[in-house]
């Protein structure tokens, strides 16, 4: 079964740090681009990171830009956000996805259920 | 950044209706538009890719239209199960972005 499942998350204090976990099973992991996406509580979708199969490119929205940093570990079949500088604005459901570009046009397919990341003192 | 513009933000409808949501970029995105619906407490699921895809799994009820700027979701039949919160996605850009969303509860 194709599965991604997103650890990492808690309470943490503004400007603390905090290490998303994404392990993945069920296919080739190296094979995809990965994304974190994430969801403030009664809010929408929003798009943090993604990163090529080799790790050779990574993209970040603004808001996130200097302070978090995403990676993978092909041979763990795993994928990171790493958050520093946290804000209260960074509260929210953070969920891992797979990101299907093997065709002509990008989508992710396939999603966690995601992990909690609260920022409050 | 390109801006992601659906409407309505939300919308009451019965069982059996038939829904469209509309989805705008702010400049032309060819047909890099995805679909996605969520349901409270649980993560979005892919309906449509590349504008007019149906996902695999996903019920032939729903459908998509559009190029360029312009973009719709239609299901031709509502069912109980459809009423959620749905998001576009634009992956023309490598900073990818999502709609605000549009709320679809029931009559």
């Known amino acids: 079964e194709v599965q991604l499942v997103e650890s990492g998350g808690g309470l943490v204090q503004p400007g603390g740090s905090l290490r998303l976990s994404c392990a993945a099973s069920g296919f080739t992991f190296s094979s995809y681009w990965m994304s974190w996406v994430r969801q403030a509580p009664g809010k929408g979708l929003e798009w943090v990171a993604n990163?090529?199969?080799?790790?050779?490119?990574?993209y970040y929205v603004d808001s996130v830009k200097g302070r978090f940093t995403i990676s993978r570990d092909n041979a763990k079949n795993s994928l990171y956000l790493q958050m520093n500088s946290l804000r209260a604005e960074d509260t929210a459901v953070y969920y891992c996805a797979r990101e299907e570009r093997g065709g002509y046009y990008y989508y992710m397919d396939v999603w966690g259920k995601g992990t909690t990341v609260t920022v409050s003192s | 950044d390109i801006q992601m513009t659906q409407s309505p933000s939300s919308l009451s409808a019965s069982v059996g209706d038939r829904v469209t949501i509309t989805c705008r970029a702010s400049q032309s995105i060819s047909s890099y538009l995805n679909w996605y619906q969520q349901k409270p407490g649980k993560a979005p699921k892919l309906l449509i890719y590349?504008?007019?895809s149906l996902q695999s799994g996903v019920p032939s009820r729903f459908s998509g239209s559009g190029s360029g700027t312009d973009f719709t979701l239609t299901i031709s039949s509502l069912q109980p199960e459809d009423f959620a919160t749905y998001y576009c996605?634009?992956?023309?850009?490598?900073?990818?972005?999502f709609g605000q969303g549009t709320k679809l509860e029931i009559k």
């Open positions: 996605q634009q992956s023309y850009s490598t900073r990818e972005t």
């Open positions: 990163i090529k199969q080799d790790g050779s490119e990574k």
């Open positions: 590349a504008a007019s």
